[in-house]
């Protein structure tokens, strides 16, 4: 008699089977779409596909929402025109002869009349271009921040926190030193002085590399970046402090596995869900910064549009009763990073499940 | 105790020290020269050659850290380069507008978010319950900015019950008319994260055997709640407090800034905008040893809150 051990259903890996976890979710399935919708469209504004044009004034200032239809005409009263011919100054006029040759080179140009729309889909800022481009053209810069400063500060965090919490020793004193200094200074005064310096930096030659829009979307991600990935070490410290005593660790020490093939091979997949759920609330977290610093002038530039210029500008059209402005920014923001919040929620759950429950 | 006291301060040097060399390195090589920022636009070569024999800009990178160390530790950070007002006093006048803010700030906080979170603990898993999670997690997705946009707009512009905003010399004044506004919308842009965290101490603390203990001796729901659960709930509540303590000097930074209060925070963003170094320096590296005191005082008042607390 012989057993054979079969399984009935495969298991897959750890991430097929947290995948097959975050699909019972129902909330975080639907954010999930809403996060991706929202991440095609900056793909979609990145690529000049849509919200290209959020610079053209296409319509009249201050347009209202279509739903609300256009505003009502301004009364400017009449004033009477005098009636009869002109009077004929050809005599004394010094530029008449001119007049006709004057008017055969104007018609070699033709002139184009924009008809400015009275309304649009979302209401237009105090120069008439359309909030809708704006906000969708604002929604790249905001988020393509958050990501690429999330990203950049799960790295440093994680790369930091694998070595102190691996080799411990003078390693990790030195960088627990690190930790401590950037901790030590409270967060907002930490990043206003990256922000000062940033912005008195010379970067010409990197301007000229990648352009100046770019620059600055790279700059405001970076100062994030680097003043912000003291959680993510500590957490990812902590773990490899965990999980470098474990047995199976330990066996690859023993079958020869080096140094770095322990800390990246072995032990960083098994706490990689750690710097996953830290990276998705940091996008979220860096994205609401990011708003503020551009409305404080310290973030993206006036060529620019991001949720935090446009708040700015919002501020004072609704003062004046335009308020469409303020309306889609915070609606947008407020859509995109509840979804977000939510997914991480629902990502925690399916990737760690003896967190399910715990706030 | 007192071990413990001086093994604590001694431990600071390191980080202060710490503190010192990152600010000074991120000033002297990151950012631009001092000299350029200080002779304007239309300085001539010698101008800016001359502020930086001045500002000692020529001597050896370790001579300039000497120097920085030493007005650090004597307190003598010269004036603003921008408004010629020495630092000392820019700190001094500064602090108490900011301390009028978010001292209300935090104390309103915590004591509003302790019983609407024990209200939402008692009625888990009910549909209020639910509702109250949904709006707490769409209040936190909404910016700051919208929140003082909007507060400013209705209750100032359109409602007039509060002056948009406005400071005086006179504290009373100050506390009772020009900081209600700022410290209601950061209470209530606080509340929401507050309530979510501290109504999950208490959901931890109902599920613990104690509390059936309670409910099996008769014991009504209520005196359940506030006598046996809220009590152990306020350890980790003032673990939590105990975190946010040292934000009354710089948590209330951009609620300054948009109400135009005469605090620290404004005057570190007008530091930002002007380039103004020394202002900045001395922000960054008092601020932080503000902060680690106010934190070591936080430990040891803790441990006198719960005795079963062990200094390490």
Redo the contacts between chains.
């Keep these: 008699m012989t057993a054979v051990l079969t399984s009935s259903s495969p298991s897959g890996g750890v991430l097929a089977a947290s995948w097959r976890r975050l699909r019972t979710d129902r909330v975080g399935m639907v954010s999930m779409v809403i996060v991706a919708l929202f991440l095609v469209l900056v793909l979609l504004a990145a690529t000049n596909l849509v919200a290209s044009g959020w610079q053209k004034e296409v319509g009249v200032p201050n347009a209202p929402p279509t739903l609300l239809g256009p505003q009502p005409a301004e009364d400017t009263g009449v004033i009477a025109t005098p009636k009869g011919p002109n009077v004929d100054l050809s005599d004394i006029d010094p530029l008449a002869p001119r007049y006709a040759e004057w008017a055969e080179r104007a018609k070699q140009f033709k002139t184009e009349d924009i008809v400015k729309s009275e309304t649009l889909p979302l209401g237009g800022d105090r120069l008439g271009r359309d909030v809708l481009a704006k906000v969708v053209k604002g929604a790249q810069v905001s988020i393509m921040v958050g990501l690429l400063g999330a990203v950049v500060a799960t790295l440093i965090g994680t790369v930091l926190g694998a070595l102190s919490g691996f080799f411990g020793g003078k390693v990790g004193d030195l960088l627990e030193?690190?930790y401590?200094?950037?901790t030590?200074?409270?967060y907002?005064?930490?990043l206003?002085?990256?922000?000062?310096?940033?912005?008195?930096?010379?970067l010409g030659g990197l301007d000229a590399a990648i352009g100046r829009s770019s620059r600055q979307v790279l700059m405001v991600a970076l100062i994030l970046a680097l003043t912000g990935w003291t959680g993510i070490y500590r957490l990812i410290r902590a773990e490899f402090i965990k999980h470098r005593v474990r047995e199976y660790v330990r066996s690859a020490e023993a079958i020869g596995a080096s140094q770095w093939s322990r800390m990246f091979k072995h032990i960083l997949p098994n706490v990689s869900h750690v710097a996953l759920v830290q990276l998705s609330l940091h996008v979220?977290s860096f994205i609401?910064s990011e708003?503020?610093l551009s409305?404080?002038?310290?973030g993206v530039g006036v060529d620019q549009v991001s949720?935090?210029t446009m708040?700015s500008e919002?501020?004072g059209e609704?003062?004046l009763g335009y308020w469409w402005q303020?309306a889609a920014?915070?609606t947008f923001?407020?859509v995109f990073?509840?979804a977000f919040?939510?997914f991480t929620d629902a990502l925690r759950d399916a990737l760690d499940p003896k967190l399910r429950g715990?706030? | 105790m007192a071990a413990y006291l001086v093994r604590r301060l001694w431990q600071m040097i390191p980080t202060l020290l710490g503190v010192v060399l990152l600010v000074f390195f991120l000033f002297k090589y990151f950012g631009s020269d001092p000299a350029v920022i200080l002779g304007g636009l239309n300085a001539s070569q010698e101008q800016i050659d001359s502020i930086r024999e001045q500002l000692g800009l020529n001597k050896p990178v370790w001579e300039q850290l000497w120097i920085f160390i030493k007005q650090i530790v004597t307190f003598d950070w010269g004036k603003s380069w921008a408004t010629n007002e020495s630092v000392a006093n820019l700190f001094a006048t500064r602090l108490p507008a900011t301390l009028t803010v978010t001292v209300p700030i935090l104390v309103l906080e915590v004591l509003l978010a302790i019983p609407f979170a024990m209200a939402v603990a008692a009625v888990r898993g009910s549909l209020t319950d639910r509702a109250v999670m949904v709006c707490t997690t769409v209040a936190v997705s909404i910016s700051l900015l919208v929140y003082v946009i909007l507060a400013q707009y209705f209750f100032a512009f359109r409602l007039g019950w509060f002056p948009v905003q406005g400071w005086t010399g006179n504290h009373w004044t100050n506390l009772t008319t020009y900081a209600p506004l700022p410290v209601l919308v950061a209470v209530l842009v606080s509340l929401a994260p507050q309530i979510r965290l501290y109504r999950s101490f208490f959901l931890d603390e109902i599920g613990h055997d104690y509390v059936r203990t309670a409910r099996a001796k008769g014991l009504t729901e209520r005196t359940v709640l506030l006598k046996h659960v809220l009590r152990n709930a306020m350890i980790p509540i003032l673990t939590n407090v105990s975190v946010l303590v040292p934000g009354v000097l710089v948590g209330s930074f951009l609620i300054e800034v948009f109400f135009s209060i005469p605090g620290l925070g404004r005057e570190l963003l007008l530091a930002v905008n002007r380039g103004d170094y020394p202002v900045l320096q001395a922000f960054a590296i008092y601020l932080a040893a503000l902060t680690m005191t106010v934190n070591l005082v936080v430990d040891l008042l803790y441990k006198l809150v719960d005795p079963r607390v062990v200094l390490k």
Excluded: C, R
């Design positions: 030193w690190v401590n200094v950037f030590a200074i409270p907002i005064v930490l206003f002085s990256f922000a000062a310096v940033a912005q008195h930096m010379d979220v609401k708003v503020i409305y404080l002038g310290l949720w935090g708040l919002a501020q609704l003062i303020l920014v915070a923001m407020a990073v509840t919040a939510l715990l706030e």
